[in-house]
Every structure is written in C-alpha cells, then in structure tokens.
C-alpha cells in the first residue's frame, strides 16, 4: 500500500515536475525531429530478402529511435533501439516483429524485463514500437501512460526494458500462441543483441504484464517450454487475466467494454483468413463502418475512463451486427479453444505472481484464474497467488502492482521463489483473499497539458 501511494504521488510530482523540466529539454530532443512514420507506412517494418531461411528470433534490422511520452517521468535513458526480429505467426508460419528495448542511464546489463504492454488493438498502427516513438500522435493513450506509471520504476532501479509488439506484424490481437511467439523471439533477439544494447546474452530475464499484457505473458509461459526452451526466463508476475477469452461473448455483450468484442474478432480474423471471410460473409452491411473503428482506432485510456475500449463501441449489441449471432464462435470453436483459452498447452517453468481482482468486469467472468492457478499447482508450477479482494480490474492492477514489482525485484536480487514459499499449498488448503481494499487510489488521472519531451 505504501508503495502505491508512492508510486502515485510520484507521478504527480514527476509529473509537475518534468513539466518544468520539459521547457529545457524539449528544443534537445525536438529539434528538427521528424515525425515516425507509423508502422503501415514505416520500410522498417519489412524485412530484406530471404528472411524466412533465419531462425526464429534472428535480428533482421535494428535502428536507434528517440522516446517520448505525455507524462514522461525524467529518467534519462542512455539509449533507445528498435530490433526487427524473425518469429512465427499463429499459423505457425514464418513472420516477423519488432521490439523497442530502453537502456536506463544506470543500466545493469546482466538484467532484463521483458514489458508486456497492453495494447489491445487489431491495428498495427497502435503497437507500442510506434506509439512510444517521440512525435507519434499525442492523444492519450494506454501504452504511452501504463509504461510512464508501471514500467518507470524498474527503469530508475537500472533494468533494461524490452517491450515488443508481441501480436506481430499480423496485429493478432487476443491470439494466445501468436502473442507467446512474439515475446519468447523477441527475448531471442534481445539476449543476442550485445553489440547493439549492450545487454548480456545471460541476463536475469523477468516478464510483466497485466490484462492484454498479462495474456502475452501467460502464454509465453505456456509454450516457452516447447517453443523455446533456450531462452532462460527467471520469472514473471501478470495480473487480470483473460483465462478464457470466449466466454467473453455471452458476458460482456451489450456492456461498457463490448468494444473488446469487435478488437478481439478483428484480431482474430488478422490471424485467420477463415474467420476473415466467414466475418465478411456475416456482417450486416450497416454495421461495417463500427466494426472497422477496431482497425482505424487505439484503445481507449482505461486509466481515465469509464468508457471502456473504443468508446463509441460501448454498451452496443456486438451480436447484432451479425446476421447469425454469435455463431462464428461455434464455428471456430475448436479453433478458438486452442488460441484463446490458457491452461492447455503446457505448464510455466519458471516461477510467477499472479493477482486478480475479484470483482474484476472487464475479464474476471472470462474463466476462473484461481482454477487456472490451482491446475498449474497440482501440475508442479511455482506460484504466488493474490486475490485482490473486493477489486474491479483497474483497482486490482493498482493494488497489486506493489506486490508484482517486490516479487520481481526479490528475482533480480537473487531471491529464488521456490515450492516453500509457494501459495499453492494454501490454494489447496482453502484459499484467502490477501490484498484487501484499501484507500489508495483506484484509478491515476494523468496530469493535463504536460508538453511532450524527448529523452
Ligand atoms: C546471434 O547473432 C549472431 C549474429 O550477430 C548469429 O550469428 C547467431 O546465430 C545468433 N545466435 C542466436 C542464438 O540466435
Ligand atoms: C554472464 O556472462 C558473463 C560474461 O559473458 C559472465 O562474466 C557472468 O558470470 C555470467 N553470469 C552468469 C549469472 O552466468
Ligand atoms: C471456454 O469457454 C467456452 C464458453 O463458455 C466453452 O464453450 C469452452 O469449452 C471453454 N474452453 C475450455 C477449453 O475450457
Ligand atoms: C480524462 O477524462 C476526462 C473526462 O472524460 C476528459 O475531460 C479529459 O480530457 C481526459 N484526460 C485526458 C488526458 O485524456
Ligand atoms: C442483441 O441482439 C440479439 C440478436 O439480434 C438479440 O437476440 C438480443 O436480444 C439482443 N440483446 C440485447 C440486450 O439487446
Ligand atoms: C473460481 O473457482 C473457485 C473454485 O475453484 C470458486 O471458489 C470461485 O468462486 C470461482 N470464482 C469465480 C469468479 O467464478
């Protein structure tokens, strides 16, 4: 709790601050800057030649970019760089992405956090390679926010910070396997990228990631064993987690985030041409325009909103925009089970913090993660599990994020979670609720009008 009024009020005071600071550091990294093309539009995003032969993980490009943010905290960052890599697409054809990876000024290079973003968008112009870019469009937006808040900490504590758009260049949104692919090349092409980032190919490598970023986390989890057991991966802490992504279609219908809805199925016909064409077949003429929003827009700001994802998709009937319903889910649904329901295709090796708030609406009815949690235990899983009592998803990321950071850090400090200190015999016992309510906020309202800067 103290940690979260302090993060909090650090941001308001860093904040207020790089506000004054901005006046002097802004002509520095503004001048004469050009605008980043975005990534429809951008060649970096297009390998050379002949990339297909590469291993998955394989640099295919690299180049240094310039950040910037609408509340960057002042922490200087020795460099920025951007890696194309080699992965494979849910089709489990050969594709590639790209990761943004930040040196802090102190930078540690025997360690790395690989930063699951929730970016949640079918449209490949939102992925976070772009929209942390200095001079990309200022509107507020997710990833820009939940990194100035979530991720800055670790940075000031030194730790280098991978952050790939890990749906691919595909925009995959909500495809398990496409999103456990992109992080697990992207930490291939990171550990083998010393002469660019000065990163160690043995560097203590931890994940986060919480809602959407949790999902890429959790599943990177699941098929790291299989899919890449060369890369070493120390441990994770993920939060509100979608477990079952299809039971989002009877439940959240018709409520303040049936925009997810419309991103989800945009994002899964990306990755599956089937579902593509069995969508166009379907879609009533006059729901065409609202379905594409997903396409030409980011996510709304959770962290100041009541709007839910994409307002203008809010409190609408997804369902009848089809002439058949929800059909397209029994259509697919062997096909969904595997891409969109975690738990089926192995068990995390490494150890994890997992927290969830239990009056959680935005995914708390898409599956039980307490029963994901408990399967993982009785499969031999090291877990810390924390309910965060009382809280919806928002309120739950603020008040387990505390928890989420010390069991990280315990990581990169050498602390080695293990069975003893483990919460799965308790889950097995009976388990408790164990971050209770509390008065620290629920939600941060970003500082208004704070000029964009470069660092
Ligand atoms: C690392 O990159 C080098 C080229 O810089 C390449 O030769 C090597 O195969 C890569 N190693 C891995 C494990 O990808
Ligand atoms: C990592 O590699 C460096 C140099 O390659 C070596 O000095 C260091 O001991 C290694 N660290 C671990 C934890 O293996
Ligand atoms: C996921 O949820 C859907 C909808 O409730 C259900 O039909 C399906 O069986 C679930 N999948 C798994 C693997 O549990
Ligand atoms: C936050 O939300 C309020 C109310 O909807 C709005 O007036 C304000 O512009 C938003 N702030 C930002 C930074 O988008
Ligand atoms: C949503 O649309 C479907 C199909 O038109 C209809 O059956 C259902 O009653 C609608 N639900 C609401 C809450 O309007
Ligand atoms: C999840 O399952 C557990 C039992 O395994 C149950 O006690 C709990 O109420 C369920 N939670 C939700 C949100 O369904």
């Known amino acids: 709790m103290v940690f979260t009024i302090a993060i909090y009020s650090i941001v308001l005071l860093l904040a207020t601050i790089s506000q004054s600071l901005a006046k002097n550091i802004l002509p520095l990294g503004s001048a004469k800057q050009d605008e980043p093309l975005p990534p429809s539009q951008d060649p970096f995003y297009t390998p050379d030649e002949d990339w297909e032969a590469s291993e998955p993980g394989t640099i295919l490009k690299t180049r240094s970019v310039t950040i910037g943010s609408i509340i960057k905290l002042p922490t200087p960052l020795q460099s920025a760089h951007q890696l194309l890599y080699r992965t494979t697409n849910a089709q489990n054809q050969p594709s590639y992405a790209v990761t943004t990876v930040l040196i802090p000024i102190n930078a540690q290079f025997d360690r790395l956090l690989s930063y699951q973003v929730a970016y949640d968008s079918p449209n490949l112009d939102c992925s976070p390679s772009y929209t942390i870019q200095f001079g990309a469009p200022t509107a507020v937006d997710d990833p820009v926010l939940e990194l100035s808040i979530l991720a800055e900490p670790f940075m000031l504590a030194g730790i280098p910070l991978s952050i790939p758009d890990y749906e691919g260049i595909e925009s995959s949104y909500t495809v398990g396997t496409q999103a ?40 990177a989890g699941e098929l790291q064993a299989s899919y890449a057991p060369d890369v070493n991966i120390a441990g994770a802490a993920i939060g509100g987690l979608p477990v079952n992504a299809t039971q989002a279609f009877p439940t959240i219908d018709g409520t303040s985030n049936s925009g997810l809805l419309v991103g989800g199925l945009n994002g899964i016909a990306n990755a599956f041409p089937p579902i593509a064409e069995y969508i166009e077949e379907h879609l009533k003429p006059e729901f065409k325009s609202e379905f594409d929003l997903a396409m030409t827009m980011c996510a709304a700001s959770v962290f100041n909103s009541s709007d839910g994802y994409v307002p203008q998709l ?142």
């Open 314 to 455: 809010a409190d609408k009937n997804i369902s009848a925009f089809f002439d058949n319903g929800w059909a397209v889910v029994s259509e697919f649904a062997e096909l969904l089970d595997t891409v969109w329901v975690m738990g089926q295709h192995g068990v995390p090796e490494f150890p994890m913090f997992v927290f969830q708030g239990t009056a959680d609406t935005t995914v708390g009815s898409l599956g039980n993660a307490t029963d994901l949690v408990q399967q993982y235990c009785n499969d031999g899983a090291i877990i810390h599990y924390a309910q965060v009592a009382g809280a919806d998803h928002i309120p739950a990321l603020f008040r387990g994020y505390p928890r989420a950071q010390s069991f990280l850090m315990d990581i990169y400090n050498g602390v080695v979670p293990d069975k003893s200190t483990s919460v799965c015999t308790n889950i097995l016992r009976g388990f408790t609720q164990d971050i209770e309510s509390s008065s620290t906020p629920d939600k941060i309202n970003p500082p208004q009008a704070v000029p964009t800067f470069a660092y």
């Open 180 to 219: 456990a692919y992109g992080v697990l090349d992207s930490l291939r092409a990171v550990l083998n990228s010393t002469d660019i980032t000065g990163i160690q190919s043995n560097a203590t490598t931890t994940l986060f990631g919480y809602s959407g970023g949790a999902s890429a986390s959790e599943w």
